[in-house]
């Protein structure tokens, strides 16, 4: 790929921009030797006024998502985008969230630009386990698990029964759920079913995944390590 479509896709500006910023010599190899828009420079040797270019194409990342923020790209407010770099907003190929989170939920989250990765972790084939931790406005009444491991729980408006779900009780009023699927407000919505309401859920894991310490708010790039530990995990289930 030429170097200015490479660094444009990144974000650093339109081919103009970027054509303008080769002029100006603000685009180098790590010794400080201008580069030219027809240079053919791997891109770890390439710098923009001394920094290292951002991550190429297949970028994955893990967030904490505070409470508040909302995946949607368009939503007005705060927006979890807003925790990542500006560039990393308008990158090409898009960074999308994979999954969302409501915006009263929090914990981790996952965003590439990669979308055949997006889909083997969303796919239900993949029975990638997610866990999440919430806690109830009623106590627990008993047959919850059995209920959500069933397999036949319908949600309504929904044509599908929801898949096997895992309950572990922490408390009367915190529970564990574990789901390989997605769906819409779904830990919200099986615990409506219920007859209970969640006053707050995080997300603590995806796969083998785990949020470790990461600080709301804060998120880091995914090695190979992190992304093969996503499809590490069974789910008991
Ligand atoms: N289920 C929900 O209800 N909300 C989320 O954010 C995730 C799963």
Redo the contacts with the bound molecule.
Sequence with gaps: MKLVKLIGNLGYGSRKEVALMFREGRITDPDGEVLYADDKVAHEHIRIDGEPLDPPTGLALMMHKPLGATCSRKDQGRVVYDLLPPRYRVRDPALSTVG???RD?SGLLLFTDDGALLHRIISPRANVAKV?EATLAHDLRGDEGEVFASGTMMLESEKEPLAPAKLEVLDTRRARLTLTE?RY?????MFAAVGNH?ET?A?RSVGGLELGDLAPGQWRALEKDDIARIFMQETGN
């Design positions: 969302r989170l409501d939920t999440y997605g407000h779904q830990v919200r919505r969640v859920l997300r």
